[in-house]
């Protein structure tokens, strides 16, 4: 075979080319189906609380975590400031928003004070994504961290915008078309959609030239600067996207409590994310949304469970951290890196009486 | 600018490339020494020297993974000495690594789309690739010139060393090369797999030059038109294969005595 026509972009059909359309994620996975319409009856089968505090609450977190996922599952960036940019969005959606503290909230509409939360929100992770991208490996993590905990102090001592350690409570909640927004059954499907669609977008963004890049930039990103790629601005822009996603999550976030304070964007809460996204595994979107539901399962039961065993109900970071170190041990993928030996161990037996040997 | 200066810059337009004065220290150590070469377009050469002698040095201030501590680089005229990488690869400049520089993560298909993509539009493009994407196609075209379209959606992590080095050089012919630097192309590989390697190197169309560092002289010496024998960071002796083979300075110092 000569390389004569190959090296210029020369475009004729290869014959082996019959590779299975990836156009769209996959839609032939019965298990994704069944969970996708669980998801969607989820208010006929469950009460209030079980909507709001469990799922909603899930599926913020998961989206947080998803935004983790996307830099450091695809661009090997891993992130501790997830977290703060949401509750920057949640902060700015306060303030720009209507509240109880009117002295500070500015009273503009929701449908302004969003995409005004959004923008910003945007472009303070892209910022601080500008500074860390400077950096590599525990350096990354270390100077998203220092933002993290920059951030919670600031708004620990700053009352002029964000009220100091009180935070600004009854953040009002968009009424519209005659539906409270934010009474649980709509909010639910909010949160949903919200959801949904950052997790349809982060997986299909995986297989785009932009995420391949990104997955390129994380195994080798001096290759990458060699195929013609700029390096830092690929991962600024993963930071830009990253960020437009917490910041999604930050204001259902501060539309479910109604309230932020320091308390929600403290050095803890960000560990949180990490805990979330590498508990439910970050090699796919998926993922965080798994760990997000264990750890919202954990962080709500835990607490009845150790008390009626005799035990300070508190404690329930215990169970989560021996969670975390007993899913980093047995398996460096998190839960779905269980799931998927689990598959394999299943599909072997069944594989090999069949006979359909697999070439290559 | 004096006008001989002038004179000699435009005499280099016509080169692919053109290297004066260039050095690269480390700390200390002088990898590079005021090295200055001129490379013509289309020109196939070798680089010759014993381990240390600076060779892939060159090859890093050439395309600069990293800068040269002084001197100038041309590519094609265009003063490139402070631009980075990926500047020069959109350029049109090429490079393998001596030791395989891959994404072993990816599949071989999207190793190569990436290094298609890496040089035309579209590098941050929210779209996936649809059936009829010209990239595809190239990528495809380009993964069955090195003969790993058999393998091209398994992950790279899970190919043979051979396999791999392929891959490379590949991903070094996306787009529209103008000139590539392979840096030791034939390391490891077996027999055939060398033979194979000659083969994609004289097939590749004329106007694309390139620079090979090789120590196999029976690669190296089939593939290149010229010969530049490196020692200790400096151009010690430029000339036709058959000169360089022939000159007993370079037997003395690489071809025969072999062991410093």
């Known amino acids: 075979m000569s390389l004569a026509h190959d090296a210029r972009v020369a475009v004729r059909p290869a014959a082996e080319a019959q590779r299975p359309a990836q156009t769209w994620p996959e839609v032939n996975n019965p298990a994704a189906w069944i969970v996708a319409v669980i998801l969607l009856i989820m208010p006929l089968i469950a009460n209030g609380f079980f909507l709001i505090e469990i799922f909603a609450t899930t599926l913020i977190l998961g989206t947080i975590a998803l935004s983790l996922m996307l830099l450091a599952g695809y661009g090997g960036m891993v992130s501790l400031m997830q977290l703060t940019i949401a509750g920057f969005s949640a902060y700015m959606v306060a303030v720009f928003g209507i509240s109880g503290n009117a002295n500070i909230s500015l009273g503009w509409p929701w449908w302004l004070a969003v995409p005004m939360a959004l923008a910003l929100a945007t472009i303070f992770g892209t910022l601080g994504g500008a500074l860390a991208v400077r950096t590599e490996g525990i350096y990354t993590i270390m100077i998203t961290l220092a933002i993290g905990a920059a951030f919670y102090y600031f708004t620990n001592q700053n009352w002029a915008i964000f009220n100091g350690h009180t935070g600004i409570n009854t953040v009002g909640t968009p009424h519209f078309w005659g539906v409270d927004w934010r009474a649980d059954i709509p909010f639910y499907y909010i949160v949903l959609a919200v959801g949904a669609l950052c997790y349809f977008a982060v997986d299909y963004i995986s297989r785009a030239p932009f995420g391949l890049a990104l997955q390129g930039v994380r195994d080798n990103p001096r290759r990458m600067a060699a195929l013609g790629f700029n390096v830092n601005a690929h991962r600024i822009a993963a930071y830009a996207v990253a960020s437009f996603i917490a910041a999604l999550a930050g204001v259902l976030q501060v539309w479910n409590y109604r309230q932020i304070s320091p308390g929600s964007v403290s050095v803890n809460a960000c560990i949180d994310i990490l805990i979330i996204a590498i508990v439910g595994g970050i090699t796919r979107p998926i993922g965080p949304y798994i760990g997000a539901l264990i750890f919202v399962l954990l962080r709500t039961f835990a607490l009845d469970f150790l008390v009626k065993i005799g035990l300070d109900g508190n404690r329930f970071r215990l169970l989560i951290g021996l969670g975390f170190l007993a899913i980093v041990f047995w398996s460096s993928d998190g839960v779905i890196g269980l799931w998927q030996r689990w598959r394999q161990s299943q599909r072997r037996p069944a594989d090999r009486p069949g006979g359909g040997r697999s070439h290559g | ?260």
Request: net charge negative.
């Open chain 2, 1 to 260: 600018m004096d006008s001989v200066a002038q004179r000699l810059s435009a005499v280099g337009a016509g080169a692919a490339l053109e290297l004066r004065g260039v050095t690269r220290l480390f700390g200390a150590l002088a990898a590079l020494i005021d090295v200055t070469i001129t490379v013509r377009a289309g020109e196939r050469r070798a680089v010759l020297g014993s381990n240390g002698a600076g060779k892939t040095t060159l090859f890093n201030c050439i395309t600069g993974d990293f800068p040269p501590s002084s001197g100038t680089i041309r590519f094609f005229g265009e003063d490139v000495t402070h631009f980075p990488p990926y500047e020069r690869i959109r350029r049109g400049l090429r490079r393998t690594y001596q030791i395989s520089a891959l994404f072993p993560g990816l599949t071989v298909q999207d190793n190569v789309y990436l290094a298609c993509r890496g040089v035309s539009r579209g590098r941050f493009s929210f779209l996936r690739p649809g059936q009829n994407d010209a990239l595809m196609h190239a990528a495809d075209n380009l993964v069955q010139a090195v003969h790993l379209t058999g393998v091209k959606n398994q992950r790279v992590a899970e190919l043979a060393h051979g396999q791999q080095r392929q891959l490379e050089i590949a991903l070094a012919l996306a787009g529209a090369p103008r000139f590539v630097l392979f840096d030791e192309p034939a390391a490891g590989l077996s027999p055939t797999e060398r033979a194979e390697l000659v083969e994609i190197l004289t097939s590749l169309p004329a106007h694309i030059g390139y620079i090979i560092i090789e120590h196999d002289m029976d690669v190296a010496l089939r593939v290149v038109e010229s010969v530049t024998m490196m020692h200790n960071g400096r151009i010690f002796k430029e000339g036709l294969p058959q000169e360089i083979q022939s000159d007993p300075e370079v037997q003395e110092l690489y071809l025969g005595g072999g062991h410093e």
